[in-house]
């Protein structure tokens, strides 16, 4: 898969996976232990995983946006 492909892919994976966590963890005390375990902790390392995946993917803007050089005058 080429590497735009999966950029443009990624970011609704990781919004898909923020929401499950954001829902999973309004609603912890209506659903039961089993569930919560697979989609709150389980699904979290996911998203982790992903997240990662996509700080990776994008390291070159990372680099340019906030590790600048610094002129050397200053």
Do not use: C
Not at 36 to 52: E, N, Q, S, Y
């Amino acid at each position: 898969m080429k590497r735009n492909t999966v950029l443009k892919i990624l970011p609704p994976i990781l919004a898909l996976l923020m929401l499950n966590q954001i829902t999973t963890g309004i609603f912890r005390f209506d659903i039961s232990k089993e569930v919560f375990g697979f989609a709150h902790r389980g699904v979290g390392l996911l998203l982790g995983l992903v997240a990662l995946l996509h700080l990776v993917m994008n390291w070159s803007w990372v680099k340019t946006s906030y590790f600048k050089k610094k002129p050397k005058g200053r």
